[in-house]
């Protein structure tokens, strides 16, 4: 969903709830809380790049959000986005221009669908190119995030990957998020969602350090960017390659401990 689509409605910021995988919903909650313990337009909840970048987003369109982390800090130790590769393919750059290279959305989306054999959802990878020019000016351009190589990418046909710290983006992404007045707490997880007689999303209850329920009353909408492919055993078969048996068997942090968070890619060449 575009920025635009978000803003569309004369209320402002309208942002649906959409489970991204089955495995990783939540629970919704049939009854209403007689009290709520905090308030917000937009709850968020994960702080990998994806919550992150959700947050900023909101912040910067001027709605009050919530950010909901079970870790202790933002940053390595709670986010896979952290420790990743840190690279991402980017369209219509300077670096592109400054080389030559002609790219554009409609290649890049070739270059993905053929790449997917597929496997890709067409809509899906039509609004992902679409959306990606803004991608270079909003990281690089206006966070100013230190690009440290431009590289070409399997299957693409020019390149466009850009890579940069992982862990220093998360943590210039968080910064800015908070400069706009995006609040997060740490060490609480989101529990369940909690609705209305409607259906609709009104809340979501979380969980503090020590055990006790934080319920939370949502005005607009929240997000889940939780991550935790790896917790679905069929999303795993369908798409995460080797290493099934490991990935199921250990926790996500387990896997990374053990220096083999390759296998909980999410996206397989066939």
């Known amino acids: 969903m575009t920025e635009k689509e978000l803003r569309r409605e004369p209320g402002g910021l309208q942002v649906p709830f959409t489970p991204a995988h089955p495995e990783t919903s939540i629970e919704a909650e049939p009854r209403l809380p007689t009290e709520w313990d905090y308030e917000a337009d937009v709850v968020v909840v994960g702080t990998g790049a994806a919550g992150l970048a959700a947050a900023w987003v909101a912040a910067d369109s001027g709605v009050d959000v919530l950010v909901l982390e079970k870790g202790k800090v933002v940053g390595p130790r709670s986010s896979c986005?952290?420790?990743?590769?840190?690279?991402?393919?980017?369209v219509g750059t300077p670096l592109q221009r400054e080389k030559g290279i002609k790219d554009s959305p409609d290649l890049y989306y070739e270059d993905l669908i053929?790449?997917?054999?597929?496997?890709?959802?067409?809509?899906?990878?039509?609004a992902f190119v679409d959306e990606d020019a803004k991608l270079y000016p909003w990281l690089i351009e206006e966070l100013g995030i230190e690009v440290m190589s431009f590289e070409w990418s399997v299957g693409h046909s020019v390149p466009r990957k850009i890579r940069f710290n992982p862990a220093k983006a998360i943590k210039i992404v968080k910064e800015d998020a908070e400069r706009k007045g995006a609040k997060i707490l740490l060490e609480t997880p989101g529990r369940r969602l909690i609705t209305n007689g409607c259906g609709r999303v009104v809340g979501i209850i979380a969980e503090n350090r020590v055990g006790k329920k934080i319920y939370v009353k949502v005005r607009k909408g929240v997000i889940l960017a939780t991550g935790g492919f790896c917790n679905g055993e069929e999303y795993m078969r369908n798409y995460g390659g080797i290493g099934l048996e490991l990935c199921i068997l250990q926790p996500p942090w387990r896997v990374v401990m053990n220096r083999m968070s390759i296998i909980c890619l999410p996206l397989k060449y066939r």
């Open 81 to 90: 986005s952290a420790i990743s590769g840190g690279t991402c393919s980017m």
């Open 114 to 126: 053929k790449v997917g054999k597929g496997w890709a959802v067409p809509d899906v990878v039509r």
